[in-house]
């Protein structure tokens, strides 16, 4: 297991009060110091460069982006720069490929510890505290290396509405989530499914609020695990949001931290069984600093786990994805027959 990280993450500075804070960032640097007394290793990132993000962003967004370095910029309500935010966000989306190259020449499993998280940027938009989107420029920088078939799993409490946009005509990749719904940004809808060539190819799993570890291990093992072995990616990305955590005070939803490693339990032995075991997490949201250092420790103590082991299904009440498991059937039903039959 892989894990990149550095205290550069801390000099993206947003103003006081903001729940996207550089906190977040010495809670990362605190978890990598104990997996390094631990025996592991910390590997430093490198910055993406420009062919990369204009893989998924267009160069004049780059631009705009570039141009605030030195500065301190509000670029939409909730999003922010200050002087040192571009390096920054380019050393986000340069872990996130250091992520993906070390799942692919290790068949292993990795995990970036960045911010500013990236899921909601759009090709031309900064928003909801995102810069560039460095899972997207990961996903396209596997895709650059030669892969056919990459899929990204998000469960950040938000949708990943740029993640989303970016991929929404291309059947090369699997977008999942499963989110709270509804909520911020307002997209993530069930009959959100792809577009022209990649229809069928987005996956939503709109969750109500209050949704808890239950509800997500059934829609793991009912609609996720099905789709995602049937796509077979060679290359599994997470965007791992801590936000859905029952402590968040974003989210509305239930998440324990033992769900939380339930969940990255179930996406790490789906890359154990469709591609050898590569995986590239990097981080998204997570706004209570207590959960998130006990979902960042739980999260490495999963994926170092070699092979992941199986298990029991979650009990609990699950009344609130049981509304919704009928809905995503039949909107994926007709382009992957059979697949999700209950």
């Known amino acids: 297991m892989v894990l990149i990280g550095s205290e550069r993450f801390i000099e993206h500075q947003t103003p006081d009060g903001h729940p996207e804070q550089p906190a977040r960032a010495r809670v990362m640097l605190e978890v990598s110091r104990r997996w390094v007394e631990r025996g592991g290793a910390l ?3 490198r910055p993406a460069t420009r062919a990369e993000l204009v893989q ?5 967004y780059v631009d705009q982006i570039a141009a605030t370095a030195g500065h301190g910029v509000r670029l939409d309500p909730d999003t922010y720069t200050s002087t040192e935010s571009y390096t920054v966000a380019l050393h986000a989306a340069g872990a996130a490929i250091v992520a993906v190259e070390h799942a ?4 292993t499993s990795a995990i970036a510890f960045v911010r500013p998280p990236g899921h909601h940027a759009e090709q031309d938009r900064a928003m909801g505290f995102c810069l560039f989107n460095n899972v997207a420029v990961a996903a396209a920088s ?3 290396a030669g892969l056919d078939r990459v899929a990204v799993l998000d469960y950040d409490v938000h949708h990943g509405n740029g993640t989303q946009w970016m991929f929404y005509d291309d059947p090369r990749v699997l977008y ?3 989110h709270q719904y509804p909520f911020y940004p307002g997209t993530g809808a069930v009959t959100d499914v792809g577009r022209g060539d990649g229809i069928g190819f987005t996956l939503n799993v709109p969750l109500e609020a209050g949704a808890g570890d239950a509800d997500y291990d059934r829609a793991m093992r009912e609609l996720v695990g099905p789709v995602v072995t049937a796509f077979a990616p060679e290359l599994i990305l997470l965007s791992a949001g801590y936000d859905a955590h ?3 005070p974003l989210g509305g939803m239930r998440l324990s931290t033992e769900g939380y490693a339930a969940v990255t339990a179930h996406v790490q032995r789906l890359a154990a ?3 050898h075991g590569r995986l590239a997490a990097v981080t998204e949201g997570g706004y209570d600093l207590t959960a998130l250092d006990a979902c960042l420790e739980s999260t490495l103590t999963q ?16 009344s609130r994805i049981d509304r919704v498991i009928p809905a995503v059937r039949r909107a994926l039903e007709p382009y992957w027959p059979g697949v999700l039959a209950g």
């Not at 994926?303 to 699950?318: C, K, N, S, Y």
């Open 43 to 45: 590997t430093p990132p």
């Open 56 to 60: 998924v962003h267009t160069p004049a």
């Open 246 to 248: 029952a402590r968040d």
């Open 104 to 107: 692919l020449a290790e068949s």
């Open 303 to 318: 994926l170092a786990e070699q092979p992941p082991a199986t298990a029991a299904a979650v009990t609990g009440d699950t």
């Open 273 to 275: 069984s469709c591609c």
């Open 142 to 144: 596997a895709r650059a």
């Open 176 to 178: 999942v989530s499963l």
